[in-house]
Each structure stands twice: as C-alpha cells, then as structure tokens.
C-alpha cells in the first residue's frame, strides 16, 4: 500500500508558522492589543507556536488562550455517548482586543463557528481573526482564514491529518483517504 502523500514536514510547520507570524504583526500594529487563542487540540499548540514566533520576531510578549468547543458544536445531538469537554483557558479579558483565533485545518467551517460562539461568551474583541496551518476548502458556511500556512485543495473523500510534536511526537502534515 503506498504511503499517504506528505504535504509539511517539520521544517514546512516551522516556515507556515513564521510566515503567519510576519503576516499577523503586519497587520495589527498594536500587538499591545493583540491575543492569540486556539482551538483545542492541535490549535492550541500551533497558538503558542505562533505566538513564540511574534515575540522572536518583535519582541513582545503576546496572551495566549485555549478554547474548548466542545458544547458549542451542531453535530453535538448527533454524537454518541458523553462528550469529551475539556478545560477553555482564557486567563486574560478580550475585550476591545485583536484576537487571533488558531485552528490546524480550516475546512467546512463549522469549528469556527462554534469557536465565534464560544469566544462571544468571554467578551467583545474588537476585532477576530483567523489563522489556520492548512486551508483545505469545502466550505459549508461563508468562513474564510486571514492567514493560512498552506492552501491544499483535496477531495472530500480524503482527509488532512495533522501531526505536532506536543500531541504526536512528530511534526507533519499528510492526506490521507478517509475511514
């Protein structure tokens, strides 16, 4: 059986990372304002990746936040057996903040919008925006990424699987056929 074609290896991870990072201080001046906040799992450590890349490349120290979504989802009705709700880590206000919302694939859409109805309920930032590693398309609702680290046009039949360090041991990026 042939391997599951590789899309980022360790080093593709660390360049999306550090390019999104270029982009996000670009685009917001004020990184006093500024707080990243990423999506349980794997968003969460591509978050403080991201962050870790802002203050080496300005200097300054960013807030860094974990958002659990689990209750917010609309497939939770459709789940069997009891969801697996884990800790949201917002030690900091958001309001009238630049918040970067992280997340490792951007696909239908719907993590996002369960994420925005999450983070509604911490507070009003003032402005929210989206970063994700890979941007694999198939939108279902009218979601799109500020900042992504690859565009990676797939099948619906297929699926993209993210591997980091801190969860997986490994960094990579891979399509695989779904189960």
């Known amino acids: 059986m042939p391997e599951n074609p590789k899309i980022l290896d360790q080093e593709g991870i660390q360049r999306a990372i550090q390019r999104i990072a270029h982009e996000i201080i670009e685009k ?3 990184s006093a304002s500024l707080c990243v906040i990423g999506i349980r799992n794997r968003g ?6 991201i962050s ?8 300054e120290e960013v807030l860094t936040g974990a958002l659990d979504i689990t209750l917010y989802r609309d497939d939770l009705a459709l789940a ?16 009238d903040k630049n918040l970067i919302l992280v997340d490792d694939v951007l ?24 970063a994700v590693l890979v941007d694999r398309g198939h939108r279902e609702l009218p979601i799109r990424a500020d900042f992504v680290g690859k565009n990676i046009p797939t099948s619906v039949k297929e699926s993209v699987e993210v ?12 399509i695989a056929e779904k189960k």
């Open 80 to 95: 069997t057996g009891q969801p697996l709700v884990r800790k949201t880590e917002i030690d900091f206000d958001i309001n």
């Open 52 to 59: 870790g890349a802002i203050k080496q490349i300005s200097g």
């Open 163 to 174: 591997r980091l360090k801190e969860s997986d041991g490994k960094d990579e990026v891979f």
């Open 44 to 49: 969460v450590y591509i978050a403080q990746r």
């Open 107 to 130: 696909f239908t859409g719907r993590t996002i919008r369960a994420a925005l109805d999450a983070l509604i309920d911490f507070g009003r930032p003032k402005t929210i925006q989206l």
């Open 28 to 30: 917001n001046k004020d």
